[in-house]
């Protein structure tokens, strides 16, 4: 038997129709998740047409982005605190998961979150499952050797209806990463200057795997940041090895194989590493020893340079376009540019670990005065973990705001949003023009970088503040 | 699906690289339970200024703009989430087609599902319609070509299956669900279960 990859073993075992010439493979689908802006049409489809859908029990809704970040506890506050159409929009989610008989994690689950997040800590994302969701940043859970990917609305239809999917095989592509990070390096840092690297299309028709010592020696938030931002680099799906890190992280987890079923899914789930002799389409290096903190100067997440590196100058009338709408100087770097905002959340950076790294810097220590710093964790657990260690007192006696869990300034949807020219330093994904707010420039950087800027009312390298 | 055979019109050309889709619709549309009317929110943040009025000099509000069903884009068009929200909107405002080197993966896929013609074109016959702006050109999707008015006529990757439903209007759910027995014996067959 020829050797195959991680990608390889998990697409060759959900295959139910095989791909021809002429006609895509019927992929099955595992595990499905579901948010409320999505999946609305994907409904009315179904009811216009009079199916049922084939497996409930295998999709998961929640809660996440036009979703408020203040307290909710009814529907009542909800028309309170959300404009119309955002509460709307929930309203009918609540509708069709009652109607269709799906699980939804809502305002009266202690399990609500941003799907990305909810998904691992509840266990129910695991190693050889495919995972979809009508949500770009579903690779996240591709850290744990899942082949996770988003889809759009008419394929969110075609799960409910059929529990697969259409599909080409992608390509794959190994990024190899080996090297020690240095202080204050996270993996944020690394999927920065990974997408630096092979830029926002670097991906495009491919899976990437990511391998190398110093993936290896990421914990799973850690591999999850890296996982969540394949799509900035155009791919799709990013996957990492499952390993001892992984099944630590996973066992007796709620949603978890328990027992007997546990003992039996690790067997399987250690002969889904790549084969030593497994071949990639493409393959890429890079030396994590040589990272530095990173933050983007531009509009999108390939734009992106060490914290210390003078902005590049630009070579095209897209590059120009996008420095311009930043405002910020060729050849300077983004050190010491005065910033208004800082939000530390999202499915990239949102998790226990990501806010420990903040707080840890932001302990005893102020958000400059000219700051709003808005701290969003990315599940009620994950709120709870942090408010029983007291990280919320250290944000709030910073000066920062402390909020429900949610997707928040990440997307802007739920009204939580930076103004016009509004600089954000910002732990999420995206620094597209307007992400954040209409005319609201977005630099991306870790939940260090993000910290130690809002301290310092400016761009800053926090590895300054790092004890010696 | 409607069948899609032929699109032919004016080009507009927004010749940036990377248009993510936030920019072709900005999220705060996205509170929508319905695909219907997005054409006005097409581009809205580079379309409209602060008090929502349109701008004048943006290409979409110019005259020559009206009835254009294609578009050619800089390299990577679509980049960016997920959102079917994208297609939706181009094609309610009357795009049928986009004409790039590049197109997100995921974006391409939402919009072979909607009748939205992804025409992917080698770099010389790109730069050649950036520099041409607003010339009649002719997408021949049964052919996978794209015919200049210049007599050139350059071929264009689409697969098969896609290629069919494009051209017969073939709903995949219905060809999804025809697998439903092979779906049931994969369910009862394989070793694990999820």
């Known amino acids: ?468 | 699906m409607h069948k899609v055979t032929t699109v032919q019109s004016r080009t507009i050309v927004m010749p940036q690289a990377d248009i993510d889709t936030d920019q072709i619709i900005p999220a705060r549309f996205l509170t929508t339970t319905t695909r219907k009317g997005l054409g006005k929110a097409l581009f809205a943040d580079w379309r409209y200024d602060k008090e929502g009025k349109p701008k004048p000099d943006f290409l979409l509000n110019r005259p020559e703009a009206a009835g254009c069903k294609i578009l050619v884009a800089g390299n990577n068009f679509g980049c960016g989430s997920s959102r079917e929200h994208a297609p939706w909107a181009l094609l309610d405002f009357g795009i049928h087609a986009v004409i790039s080197t590049e197109i997100a993966d995921i974006f391409r896929g939402n919009s072979l599902k909607n009748g939205l013609v992804p025409v992917i074109v080698d770099k010389a016959t790109h730069g050649w319609l950036v520099e041409n702006p607003g010339v009649e050109v002719t997408i021949d999707v049964a052919a996978c070509k794209l015919h200049l008015p210049d007599g050139r006529a350059v071929s264009f990757p689409i697969d098969g299956f896609s290629k069919y439903c494009l051209l017969n209007g073939v709903d995949q759910l219905g060809y999804l669900l025809e697998h439903a027995d092979a779906i049931t014996r994969y369910e009862h067959t394989r070793p694990w279960k999820p």
């Not at chain 1, 109607?99 to 979150?113: K, M, T």
């Not at chain 1, 990239?348 to 707080?359: G, I, K, P, V």
């Not at chain 1, 969003?376 to 910073?398: N, T, W």
Request: one cysteine or more; glycine letters at 10%; proline letters at 6%.
């Open chain 1, 1 to 468: 038997m020829s050797a195959k990859s991680l990608f390889q073993k998990v697409w060759d075992d959900h295959i139910v129709v095989a791909e021809t010439a002429d006609t895509p493979a019927v992929l099955y689908v595992d595990l499905h998740l579901t948010h409320e802006v999505t999946t609305p049409e994907a409904f009315s489809v179904l009811r216009s047409r009079g199916l049922r859908i084939r497996r409930p029990d295998l999709t998961l809704a929640t809660l996440d982005h036009s979703t408020p970040t203040v307290p909710v506890t009814s529907l009542k506050d909800l028309d309170v605190v959300a404009e119309p159409a955002a509460a709307a929009q929930i309203r009918v989610m609540i509708e069709n998961c009652h109607e269709y008989d799906i699980e939804l994690l809502g305002f009266d689950s202690d399990a609500r979150g941003i799907v990305h997040v909810i998904g691992p800590e509840l266990g129910i994302t695991q190693p050889g499952k495919t995972i979809v969701c009508g949500d770009s940043h579903t690779s996240t859970h591709g850290a744990f050797g899942a082949l996770a990917f988003g889809i759009g609305t008419t394929e969110v239809g075609h799960v409910l209806a059929s529990q697969c999917l259409l599909q080409r095989r992608p390509k794959t592509l190994a990024i190899d990463i080996d090297g020690k990070p240095g202080p204050g390096v996270t993996a944020k840092d690394i999927i920065l200057a990974v997408i630096a690297r092979i830029g926002v299309n670097g991906g495009t028709g491919h899976v990437i795997e990511y391998r190398g010592s110093a993936i290896r020696s990421l914990d799973m938030e850690q591999r999850m940041t890296v996982c969540n931002m394949s799509i900035e680099g155009g791919a799709r799906a990013g996957m990492i090895a499952p390993d001892d890190t992984t099944f630590q992280y996973l066992q007796n987890r709620p949603m978890a194989p328990q027992g007997e079923a546990w003992d039996a899914a690790v067997t399987r789930w250690r002969n889904l590493p790549s084969d030593a002799d497994a071949t990639f389409d493409r393959e890429v290096t890079l030396d994590a020893s040589r990272l530095t903190p990173m933050v983007t100067y531009g509009t999108n997440p390939g734009m992106a340079i060490p914290i210390g590196e003078p902005v590049p100058r630009a070579t095209d009338a897209s590059a120009r376009k996008a420095l311009d709408y930043m405002g910020v100087t060729e050849s300077k770097p983004m050190l010491g540019m005065p910033v208004n905002v800082v939000f530390i959340g999202s499915c990239t950076n949102s998790r226990l670990s990501d806010l420990r790294l903040a707080a840890n810097l932001m302990r005893g220590r102020k958000v400059a005065s000219s700051v709003r710093m808005l701290v969003v964790p990315g599940s009620e657990q994950v709120k709870r973990a942090a408010e029983q260690e007291g990280l919320h007192d250290v944000f709030r006696a910073a000066g920062a705001e402390w909020r429900e869990a949610g997707c928040s300034m990440c997307i802007g949807m739920n009204g939580d949003t930076a103004g016009r020219g509004e600089l954000c330093v910002s732990t999420s994904n995206r620094n597209f023009e307007g992400r954040q707010g209409s005319g609201a420039r977005t630099v991306l950087a870790s939940p260090l970088t993000a910290a130690a800027s809002a301290i310092a009312g400016q761009i800053a390298d926090p590895r300054l503040l790092l004890p010696q």
